[in-house]
């Protein structure tokens, strides 16, 4: 009311007005004006010419003391008191207010609304809309400042946006940032940043490139950078932590330096302090997550910890390197660690480490049991010992405290609660109640009416006939046993070895000729004999069958094989002195094996008769020569013993006569 009070006056007392033949200016001033450039509008009671030349145009200044100093800029507007007063060749100008633009001397382009706005400004191309918007801005360019007190420390960042009271309020030297809300970013000093809500960000001051979306968003940041923040207090309390991505209404707003975490969903992430490398994606997921690392958690409530031990103490949770999967999957695991959990509720109590659980409800119970494999619907659900690995739908169902089994299939180990050590493979392997240890059941329904230990069964209905047997093995569709420390090899089926078809119960084929592919290790040639002459022997007839013999009876193949042919009147007998010869190079009979030979090849029983046989035969031949020419000696004696008496009875007959 007083400007126009004084303005009326001033035009009715003092002012004149001067129209120029050679241009078209209106100017409102005293008397000794003198003239400016062309086509400028100029209200300014205090305007004095310093020296605008013809280039001096379009411009419009209204209020004291605008544009004083105005000499070749052109196209401004400035209205208010000191509005634009120091711009001299400053284009395209409009600045608005008291103190507006107030030290611009070059600056083009800008855009100040408001008392103070751009107050210290001599940049380009700057909007600055409030009061005191970018007062302190000094060779800021392209900013654009909305709200009092918006980018009010401002000097020479750029190509910012600044939306709302104190928006910016003290950043002085950061860029490229888009800051909207109440005191948003107020000290903010770095560039790149996204803050967006009342407060968001009010702290950060060296962070860069970072994001905060919501009230009181990343409000605690200090040099934290590279963080996303979404949501009503998300990331409130994060001071340094970097690289976080925190989505949702107060997740991750207890974080203060954790860093690389990506939290999604109402309170997920919420207790998280120093955490790193977590992924918690839904409602409550990771909630009271303090410090652990290296998590990922998806699903409601997933991992998000039950805090209380006695009921009533709040505790923290501070596990790492684990992975959940759906609603309430690890809900109340704490400190445990390397735990990877698939399906709604799967290991919901689970406060041991190492374990894999996936499917409905999986390992539900589980508590302290560790390094444990859960796959299928329910698989595990009462277990609580470590261990234990069930695939299949309710397999391993009832196991409480057994430890160390192996069930897979569906309804595989149905029965087993206290049983350890057992590994149970087929569609309802294993009995309707068992409790014992060490069994191995493979197959359809096999094993249904075992009750032992250390038992195997393998193939379809495979069992045991009697009960509490131990070490019984099955093998086979259908095959039974009764009685421990036995394997029964299939049920009426034969077995081969080597063959792929066995026409005996068992069927050997080693695949070398002359072998029968069977050895006994303990039972060797230098074994003591303890036949009797009652006992007979196995032995392999022409068809390979191993039949029974009896002891010491053996067969040739041949006639020539036996001893016979000594007889034959073209069989060459040696003579005695051949043989003494032989004996005496080689020091065993003709035809003999030698020590040497026997040693290394063994001894054929049957050729070794016929042999020894021969030589018998051969004995009798030399013996019968023998004989014969004695017989011949005997007579040709007796004949000289006649021929001898002859002589001396001649002779005696001779001395008779003398």
């Known amino acids: 009311m007083n400007f126009f009070y004084r303005l009326t006056l001033l035009f009715q007392l003092v002012l004149t007005v001067v129209t120029l033949s050679q241009a078209q200016n209106l100017i409102l001033t005293t008397p000794t004006s003198q003239t400016p450039g062309s ?17 001096s145009t379009n411009n419009t200044l209204v209020g004291h003391d605008t544009g004083n100093n105005l000499t070749t800029g052109l196209s401004n507007t400035f209205i208010g008191k000191s509005a634009g007063l120091n711009t001299t060749t400053g284009n395209s100008n409009l600045f608005f207010g008291y103190l507006a633009g107030n030290t611009n001397t070059s600056g083009a382009g800008n855009t100040m609304i408001g008392t103070g706005s751009g107050w210290l400004n001599n940049g380009d191309e700057n909007v600055f809309l409030g009061a005191s918007t970018g007062a302190w801005s000094k060779s800021a360019t392209r900013n654009t400042f909305v709200g009092a007190f918006s980018g009010f420390k401002n000097v ?9 009271y104190n928006a910016g309020g003290t950043s002085q030297n950061g860029s490229y940032n888009v800051i909207i809300g109440d005191s948003a970013g107020y000290n903010n000093t770095v560039s790149g940043s996204v803050m967006i809500g009342s407060k968001a960000g009010f702290a950060n001051t060296t962070g860069g490139a970072n994001t905060f979306v919501g009230a009181s968003v990343g409000s605690k940041n200090t040099t934290g950078f590279a963080n996303s923040f979404y949501g009503y207090g998300a990331g409130r309390e994060n001071t340094v932590g970097l690289n976080n991505t925190i989505v949702g209404y107060i997740a991750g707003s207890s974080t203060t330096s954790g860093y690389s975490n990506s939290f999604y969903g109402v309170a997920a992430g919420f207790s998280n302090t120093s955490g790193y490398f977590n992924s918690f994606f839904g409602e409550a997921a990771g909630h009271l997550y303090s410090t652990g690392h290296h998590n990922s958690f998806f699903g409601r409530q997933a991992g998000a910890g039950n805090g209380r031990t006695d009921g009533v103490q709040l505790t923290f949770a501070s596990g790492s390197y684990n992975c ?21 509720s799967t290991g919901a109590n689970n406060q041991g480490s190492g374990n894999v659980m996936v499917g409905s409800r999986a390992g539900r119970s589980n508590q302290t049991g560790q390094q444990n494999t859960y796959l299928g619907y329910q698989s595990g ?38 049983g350890s050590h057992n590994t149970f493979v087929g569609n309802g392997a294993g009995p309707a109640s ?24 393998l193939g379809t209905g495979a069992d045991a006939i009697a009960q509490n047997l131990i070490n019984a093995t099955a093998i086979g569709a259908g095959a039974n046993v009764a009685v421990s420390n036995a394997v029964v090899l299939g049920n009426q089926a034969n077995v081969g070895i080597g063959t792929s078809a066995p ?21 060797t040639a230098s074994s003591p004999a303890r036949l009797t002459l009652l006992d007979k022997v196995l032995t392999v007839d022409d068809n390979g069958q191993i039949v029974l ?32 010869q032989f004996i005496q190079k080689n020091g065993y009979l003709p035809g003999v094996p030698s020590a040497e030979q026997v040693i290394r090849e063994g001894v054929d029983v049957g050729k070794m008769d016929a042999k020894l046989l021969e030589k018998v035969e051969e004995l009798t031949l030399y013996s019968i ?34």
């Open 625 to 658: 020569q023998l004989e014969k020419a004695d017989q011949a000696k005997q007579q040709e004696l007796h004949q000289l013993r006649a021929e001898v008496n002859e002589l001396k009875q001649l002779v005696k007959q001779l001395l008779e006569k003398k």
């Open 39 to 55: 086509s400028n509008v100029i209200v300014n009671p205090t305007w004095r010419y310093k020296g605008q030349t013809e280039n």
């Open 434 to 457: 068992s409790n014992m240890d060490d069994n191995v059941y493979i197959g359809y329904t096999t094993g249904n009416h075992d009750s032992g230990s250390r038992n195997t069964f």
């Open 324 to 344: 959940f999967f759906g609603d309430f999957a690890g809900y109340n695991n704490n400190n445990a660690n390397y735990n990877v959990m698939i399906g709604d």
């Open 503 to 523: 026409t005996a119960r068992l069927d050997v084929n080693s695949g070398i000729d002359h072998e029968s592919g069977i050895r006994m290790s303990r039972l």
């Open 549 to 580: 013999a009896q002891t010491g009876r053996y067969s040739v193949k041949q006639v020539n094989d036996w001893s016979d042919k000594v007889f034959d009147p073209a069989y060459r007998l040696r003579s005695l002195a051949e043989v003494e």
């Open 156 to 164: 020479s960042g750029t190509n910012n946006i600044y939306l709302g």
């Open 381 to 418: 659900y009462k277990a609580v010992a470590d261990s234990n690995t069930f695939v299949g739908y309710q397999s391993g169902y009832v196991t409480t405290t057994g430890k160390g089994n192996t069930f897979f299939g569906t309804s595989s180990g149905r029965g087993n609660t206290t």
